[in-house]
């Protein structure tokens, strides 16, 4: 059998060699993806199209045909938009108040993190049944190494992945692109060029001249500050990154500098991680109205607390470590960290190691947003819970108020610090 | 205010004292030090509002008064002035503190002194006088078990308190952070049998215990319900008190375990040492099996492989397993002067006590790990 170069996404079927007039002569379908290696590659980047908005959109049909954008209401900021909200120039990150005005009739979701959040394990579940091998990057985009993989599903992974993205868009009723290529750096790049609903193919032999003329921006770990350092020296390309020697690089910026050189002539040997337990939970909120008050800002820290202890018990994760951020309302970025005498995942113990950090920054600065972060997570089983005087009285409370929740929901029952008559 | 002291006179006084100011304070003037000249004497004063310290010195005082100024400041520029400097103080105006040695001079902002926050000076009913060395002992063998955990912030410190040991009255130092608990005994001194029971804050622990440093003899405490002073000489710290209950901890001391290992102190901890070289940097586990007379120590780590060392021990009980913290093992028998320590044990999940052999006065539990 010859080796397939093309495949219609809609069908499913493979082509030798891609079909007249590029439209599958079974569905009439012209989504046909083409490519000298469509059999060989094997690692890919999966990334849901606007995450949180098709969610909504999935959910409510009447807003299929609008601009639709999650996130906060007067001073929050754009956490997802759908693609028609993107022509009128939203993006995610973009202040709230900034995209009303581009786009004044875009409909505004407030975030349901709940049901992201099952949507996005439904996805991972799907990832998983295909390959054993899932790095999950966050809640809706991971890297498949699907290596091997041809021998269990008796095909080439090309297809295994269309397959995967139709039954996500069948069974979970939402999209999602795919990137694929040989290593990770390049499947993610790839997932991002024809989005939405895209598949996009990255070879050994196309990758250097893919490369040549793309931004410096687009390689990971190139944030604002490296690019502005690299622009500034004269590097706007990727494919100035290759006049240069590895070492040159290396000394200039640092060991960041050998990943340039390798990721500029297209090479990444990081493998596909699975396993690995997330790094870090965080939960923040900005304000409606800055604050400066110290009693309000604990107010808003309670349940940021409450919140990631929470994410942390449905995870079986117990945090090794908390970091309190502020931002004053002149954006400045504020963090304190503290390593935690023993590892928790109730909120309480999170309350009460940033309530501290909290007070030391509180005086004359008005603050215009507050978060925790958690890390140094480990598994809550591997903690050392085995404690000389058992239990304290705060964790009892707020396992039975956990238990209360669970049977009756969550607004049943509060802890009195939130309570304002 | 103008005063002509020695450079090693106020250097080795505002290192005492500086440590009470916190780095970063929102109240600016905790950041200073409180300085009154007065006859021959300069005392330094410094707190955190919670825990004091004066220390006086002689100088030599050509015009009494007081100001304060930033003390890490001062500390560091008499720190960095040359040894057997004379140094001059001078108060010119209220807002500014001259001080000159030699050719060098600095000027530095003041705070009025009214400004300077005075602790409400409480009656302290109980008192009692002792050694040194016996206060030494009491901190240096417990503080490490002190618990750094917010939320049970009653074991934030040593709870010092009157006991008694087979009979005998004790003073005795009591500290825990869950995982491992410190008791500690000395002869009970006399006027602290009336003594409550109290939990000295670790910042104050830290501090009194730097502070011996530089006494023989002995110290001078007086307590109350919410304060306690220490007095040594020439320098007298007064702390708050943690305003809580210390847990009932005899509870936590079992009575009943039956297996008992005798080992050679120095062995073990070299052993539990190696060891945990492989145990995960997260959990610091290792197992510790005994047989008849036979301990073998492991650690496995998915990542940086498995290790084992076995020592020949007195153990006459049936065979066990139990893990353990190696770091929390090794703490302890860094407390153990003897030449051999004892190892109580009842299973794998009960807690086991530790002890030097040698000294009764001491003693140490510590809760078992799964591995």
Redesign the interface.
């Known amino acids: 059998m010859p080796e397939s170069r093309a495949l219609c996404r809609d069908c499913g079927t493979d082509f030798p060699t891609p079909p007249v007039e590029r439209r599958c002569p079974f569905c009439d379908s012209p989504r046909i993806i083409e490519h000298a290696e469509l059999e060989e590659l094997s690692v890919a980047h999966l990334d849901c199209d606007a995450f949180y908005a098709t969610v909504e959109k999935r959910d409510d049909p009447a807003l299929a045909d609008q601009p639709v954008v999650v996130g906060g209401e007067k001073r929050g900021v754009v956490m997802a938009c759908c693609y028609i909200a993107r022509r009128y120039g939203i993006r995610s990150a973009m202040p709230m108040r900034q995209a009303l005005e581009r786009c004044p009739h875009a409909v505004v979701v407030k975030p349901s993190m709940t049901k992201y959040r099952d949507a996005g394990h439904a996805v991972r579940a799907l990832m998983q049944e295909t390959t054993p091998k899932v790095e999950p990057i966050s809640i809706d985009e991971a890297f498949l190494d699907m290596a091997g993989m041809r021998g269990v599903h008796g095909t080439f992974p090309a297809r295994i992945l269309d397959n995967l993205v139709r039954r996500i868009e069948k069974e979970i009723g939402i999209t999602a692109s795919i990137g694929l290529s040989y290593n990770k750096f390049l499947a993610k790049i790839a997932s991002d060029l024809h989005k939405p609903r895209g598949f996009s193919i990255v070879g050994r032999a196309d990758a250097v001249p893919f490369l040549t003329d793309k931004p410096v921006s687009l390689l990971w770990g190139v944030g604002p500050a490296l690019e502005r350092r690299l622009n500034r020296d004269g590097i706007m390309r990727v494919g100035q990154l290759r006049e240069i020697s590895e070492r040159a690089l290396v000394a200039r910026y640092g060991t960041i500098g050998s990943r340039l050189a390798r990721f500029a002539i297209g090479q990444d040997s990081r493998a596909v991680h699975t396993g690995e337990i997330q790094r870090s939970i965080s939960s923040e909120t900005t304000f409606r109205d800055d604050l400066r008050d110290g009693a309000a800002l604990l107010d808003k820290l309670w349940p940021l607390c409450e919140n990631v202890g929470r994410q942390l018990k449905a995870k079986r994760l117990a945090a ?1 470590s908390l970091t309190l951020k502020l931002k004053t309302s002149n954006f400045k970025l504020i963090t304190r960290s503290r390593k935690l ?2 590892p928790t995942q109730f909120g ?2 999170l309350f ?2 940033a ?2 950090l909290l007070s ?1 920054e ?2 004359h600065r008005k603050f215009r947003l507050i978060g925790i972060a958690v890390k ?1 997570l ?1 598994e809550f089983e ?1 903690a ?1 819970h ?4 058992g239990p ?1 009285t ?1 964790h009892v409370v707020e396992n039975a108020v956990d238990q209360v929740r669970a049977r009756f929901g969550n607004d049943v029952i509060k802890k009195g610090r939130t309570f304002r008559p | 205010m103008k005063i002509t002291i020695e450079r090693a006179t106020l250097l080795s006084a505002l290192g005492h004292v500086q440590n009470v100011v916190e780095r970063r304070n929102t109240i600016p003037i905790l950041s200073n030090v409180l300085l009154v000249a007065n006859g021959s004497d300069l005392s330094l004063t410094a707190t955190d509002l919670d825990l004091t310290i004066i220390e006086t010195v002689g100088a030599d005082v050509s015009q009494g008064g007081a100001t304060t100024t930033a003390a890490h400041t001062l500390h560091d520029i008499v720190r960095k002035l040359p040894d057997g400097a004379q140094i001059e103080l001078t108060l010119s105006d209220q807002s500014r503190l001259a001080v000159v040695a030699g050719r060098s001079s600095f000027a530095l902002p003041c705070l009025p002194k009214e400004d300077f926050p005075v602790l409400a000076e409480d009656t302290l009913p109980h008192s009692f006088s002792i050694a040194a060395d016996e206060l030494k002992r009491l901190i240096d063998k417990s503080r490490f078990a002190i618990s750094t955990e917010e939320t049970r912030y009653y074991l934030n410190g040593i709870y010092l308190h009157a006991a008694e040991a087979a009979g005998v009255p004790m003073l005795r130092a009591v500290a825990t952070d869950g995982h491992r608990l410190a008791q500690v005994d000395c002869p009970l001194p006399d006027g602290a049998a009336s003594m409550p029971g109290v939990i000295v804050p670790r910042k104050a622990v830290i501090e009194v215990r730097r502070l011996l440093d530089q006494v023989d003899g002995s110290v001078q405490v007086s307590l109350s319900e919410t304060k306690i002073r220490f007095a040594f000489g020439k320098s007298v710290l007064t702390t708050k008190l943690i305003d809580g209950t210390f847990p009932d901890y005899q509870r936590v001391i079992p009575s009943g375990n039956d297996k008992i290992l005798e080992v050679d102190r120095r062995q073990f901890a070299e052993a539990v040492d190696r060891v945990s070289t492989i145990s995960t940097e997260k959990s610091r586990s290792i197992k510790l099996t005994l047989e008849k007379d036979k301990l073998h120590l492991s650690a496995n780590s998915p990542d940086s492989g498995s290790a084992d060392e076995e020592l020949v021990v007195n153990y006459p009980g049936e065979d066990i397993e139990v893990g353990f913290n190696s770091r929390y093992l090794l703490d302890i028998a860094s407390q153990i002067n003897g030449d051999s320590a004892r190892l109580d044990l009842a299973d794998a999940v009960s807690p086991t006590i530790l002890r030097d052999v040698a000294d009764e006065r001491a003693l140490y539990v510590l809760m078992p790990m799964r591995v």
Do not use: C, I, N, S
Request: proline fraction near 5%; aromatic fraction near 4%.
């Open positions: 090794g005498a023993r309480t113990d009460a190691v309530k501290p030391q509180v005086g140094d480990l591997d050392d085995a404690d000389l005087f304290t705060e």
